[in-house]
T-cell receptor
Framework: AQSVTQLGSHVSVSEGALVLLRCNYS??????LFWYVQYPNQGLQLLLK??????LVKGINGFEAEFKKSETSFHLTKPSAHMSDAAEYFC????????????FGKGITLSVRP | KAGVTQTPRYLIKTRGQQVTLSCSPI?????VSWYQQTPGQGLQFLFE???????NKGNFPGRFSGRQFSNSRSEMNVSTLELGDSALYLC???????????FGDGTRLSIL
């Protein structure tokens, strides 16, 4: 079984500040990990993915995440927040194999203060 | 390349009715998954179809069903609608296993 924990439901940062969104996972098999972003009235957009290659993964819009097996974590970071980053962010885990389903965390709402 | 297309974008139904939602995947994608998103429960997996066969299923009652056609388009049906079925229903497609899923903008279903 797999699960994802995203601590806190809301993070607020100032424009230009570091963004750090935490994600911890639980998986009985080597995980595949994803971060998605959702803007109001839209579907989910893939930010980045980890599928057992490099542990530091770079995504779109300046985001990156580091897979740390020892900490079972996959935290999302961005050095400098922009107003357009305000959205809801979801971490998700799946296992290898065709029959593995994608399990999402509860999501974190990111607010960016001017 | 066109993205995942879901129709309609908005639906209003009353309790007891049934509804059918449609999803057209990205061209070449044979896997289609459906999710329910609500403020209380978050994103919950409904089912996945691959080459017209249901490959995986979440923990939803039998009122929720789906199917996939030979062109990979998928439909989801909910019968005997309940107030709690009000949600954003998202469809996602992917090319192969272990590839990321690509989402449509969803159908927002409101039950009165």
């Amino acid at each position: 079984a797999q699960s994802v924990t995203q601590l806190g439901s809301h993070v607020s940062v100032s424009e230009g500040a570091l963004v750090l969104l935490r994600c911890n996972y639980s998986s009985s098999v080597p995980p595949y990990l994803f971060w998605y972003v959702q803007y109001p009235n839209q579907g989910l957009q893939l930010l980045l993915k980890y599928t057992s290659a490099a542990t530091l993964v770079k995504g779109i819009n300046g985001f990156e995440a580091e897979f740390k097996k020892s900490e079972t974590s996959f935290h999302l970071t961005k050095p400098s927040a922009h107003m357009s980053d305000a959205a809801e962010y979801f971490c998700a885990v799946s296992g290898p194999g065709a029959n593995s389903k994608l399990t999402f965390g509860k999501g974190i709402t990111l607010s960016v203060r001017p | 390349k066109a993205g995942v297309t879901q129709t309609p974008r908005y639906l209003i139904k009353t309790r007891g009715q049934q509804v059918t939602l449609s999803c057209s995947p990205i061209s070449g994608h044979r896997s289609v998954s459906w999710y329910q998103q609500t403020p209380g429960q978050g994103l919950q997996f409904l089912f996945e179809y691959f080459s017209e066969t249901q490959r995986n299923k979440g923990n939803f009652p039998g009122r929720f069903s789906g199917r996939q056609f030979s062109n990979s388009r998928s439909e989801m049906n909910v019968s005997t609608l309940e107030l709690g079925d009000s949600a954003l229903y998202l469809c996602a497609s992917r090319a192969e296993e272990n590839q990321p899923q690509h989402f449509g903008d969803g159908t927002r279903l409101s039950i009165l």
